[in-house]
């Protein structure tokens, strides 16, 4: 059985999609970028945007029932490489002790012109707990 879970953004219900999906404690978090989910509205700066899509990811993890030390892999989609560093070093600075996932990045076209940042995660509930 699928366990769907949504954060109200309207992008789910607009393309038909779900935040998360969980089949036997695997969680298979979408897509997910730095904006407001309720509001729609994206910071302007990537950092700012990397900070809120931290927040996202962090509530459908813990919709799930789960948090980053059960994380086990990770896909990091940029608008611009050069943006890389300091993407990469918040998301570093706010997960560390907690998350070491297998990772890839990706520099990309995003279909809204707005997104600075995206982030895809599987996480494994109870994954973590042993580390």
């Not at 999906?21 to 950092?47: H, K, L, R, Y």
């Not at 990091?76 to 706010?94: F, G, M, N, Q, W």
């Not at 002790?97 to 990772?103: C, D, G, I, K, N």
């Amino acid at each position: 059985m699928i366990e769907h879970i949504f954060s109200g953004a309207a992008m789910e219900r607009d393309y038909g999609y779900c935040r998360a999906a969980v089949v036997d404690g695997w969680i298979f978090v979408s897509g997910t970028a730095g904006n407001d989910q309720a509001t729609g509205i994206f910071p302007e700066d990537v950092e700012a945007q990397t900070h809120r899509m931290l927040d996202n990811l962090e509530r459908a993890l813990a919709q799930a029932g789960s948090g980053w030390p059960d994380v086990v892999k990770r896909a990091i989609y940029l608008a611009d490489p050069k943006d890389t560093k300091a993407v990469y070093s918040i998301i570093v600075e706010r997960t560390k002790q907690l998350v070491t996932p297998a990772s890839q990045g990706f520099a990309v076209t995003f279909l809204d012109p707005r997104i600075k940042v995206e982030m895809t995660l599987i996480a494994k509930r109870g994954a973590g707990a042993a580390s």
